[in-house]
Nanobody
Framework: QVQLVESGGGLVQAGDSLRVSCVVS????????MGWFRQAPGKEREFVAS????????SYADSVKGRFTISRDIAKNTAYLQMNDLKPEDTAVYYC?????????????????WGQGTQVTVSS
């Protein structure tokens, strides 16, 4: 059984930085491509970023490109999302997800495993 646990969310001001983490347990994380998604109140879940199994390829939503960076530490079975220059519109619950599919996966329905989410709130 694969479990994902996010941490690192919180309340910050616009322009601040924050890093959220996702620890994978149950299987080695190198078997999975990882992704970050977010859902704001009253909105649908949206793709934020994804990273391939080996970490060599990444993809970002246009809204976060240049501000967010996805990475992974295979030895620690952990994926990260570094968020810089945060804006109020980044406020959401952030979820990490894992898929056994290869390559870069940006569609949520292709991810088999999900974390419980961590709240990120950006005040203006």
């Amino acid at each position: 059984q694969v479990q994902l646990v996010e941490s690192g969310g919180g309340l910050v001001q616009a322009g601040d930085s924050l890093r959220v983490s996702c620890v994978v347990s149950g299987r080695t994380s190198s078997r999975y491509a990882m992704g970050w998604f977010r859902q704001a109140p009253g909105k649908e879940r949206e793709f934020v970023a994804s990273i391939s199994r080996g970490g060599g390829s990444t993809s970002y939503a246009d809204s976060v490109k240049g501000r967010f960076t996805i990475s992974r530490d295979i030895a620690k079975n952990t994926a990260y999302l570094q968020m810089n220059d945060l804006k109020p519109e980044d406020t959401a619950v952030y979820y990490c997800a894992a898929t056994g599919s290869s390559g870069i996966i940006t569609t949520g329905s292709r991810y088999e495993y999900w974390g419980q989410g961590t709240q990120v709130t950006v005040s203006s």
